[in-house]
T-cell receptor, first 113, second 115 residues
Framework: KAGVTQTPRYLIKTRGQQVTLSCSPISGHRSVSWYQQTPGQGLQFLFEYFSETQRNKGNFPGRFSGRQFSNSRSEMNVSTLELGDSALYLC????????????FGSGTRLTVV | AQKVTQAQTEISVVEKEDVTLDCVYETRDTTYYLFWYKQPPSGELVFLIRRNSFDEQNEISGRYSWNFQKSTSSFNFTITASQVVDSAVYFCALSEGTNDYKLSFGAGTTVTVRA
């Protein structure tokens, strides 16, 4: 059974650019959530999608957005990149609620220069 | 306010020693779920254990065991007979209610097991 797949693994962008990260959940999982991990702030929740609907959103500026497709794959987009957006972005998939737990991908390491 | 507190920043032990990681959580919900994850240098968060708020039974799974006490809002995790491969950052996390759909993580505890 394939795990959660995140692409790309590494990314280097210039300040002011935008970036799109992709996440393919475990087959059958309809919930995808995104987290940002930085040395200073730790692991912080960005947003969660279920059946193409955003059900919860963390405290991040509007530059951070996401979407989910009908096949449950999800993308997150960061516009007008800032140096502080450099982080490991982790995607997690779940059957639907915390009841079932969350399986994480290997993450995308974004560096903004 | 921090919902999950891991007071230990780093722990260093010699192989075969036991390691206990502390976790204190805060929630007003009666239904919630607690998790422990391991993050090796590769970056992926690896699921270790999950506990719901209605089950205070403490269990042992291989070299892992946990102690869940609602009275003190603690969910401690123990690695018995540690091995070098256990070296990683360990995170305690909380999922609140039945409609929260997110994890609140502690700051993590870095465990280093020396040969």
């Amino acid at each position: 059974k394939a795990g959660v797949t995140q692409t790309p693994r590494y990314l280097i962008k210039t300040r002011g650019q935008q970036v799109t990260l992709s996440c393919s959940p475990i087959s059958g999982h309809r919930s995808v959530s995104w987290y940002q991990q930085t040395p200073g702030q730790g692991l912080q929740f960005l947003f969660e999608y279920f059946s193409e609907t955003q059900r919860n959103k963390g405290n991040f500026p509007g530059r951070f957005s996401g979407r989910q497709f009908s096949n449950s794959r999800s993308e997150m987009n960061v516009s007008t990149l800032e140096l502080g957006d450099s982080a490991l972005y982790l995607c997690a998939s779940s059957l639907g609620t915390g009841t079932y737990g969350y399986t994480f991908g290997s993450g995308t390491r974004l560096t903004v220069v | 306010a921090q919902k999950v507190t891991q007071a230990q920043t780093e722990i260093s032990v010699v192989e075969k020693e036991d390691v206990t990681l502390d976790c204190v959580y805060e929630t007003r919900d009666t239904t919630y779920y607690l998790f422990w994850y391991k993050q090796p240098p590769s970056g992926e968060l690896v699921f270790l254990i999950r506990r719901n708020s209605f089950d205070e039974q403490n269990e042992i799974s291989g070299r892992y065991s946990w102690n869940f006490q609602k009275s003190t809002s603690s969910f401690n995790f123990t690695i018995t007979a540690s091995q070098v491969v256990d070296s990683a950052v360990y995170f305690c996390a909380l999922s609140e209610g039945t409609n929260d759909y997110k994890l609140s993580f502690g700051a993590g505890t870095t465990v280093t097991v020396r040969a």
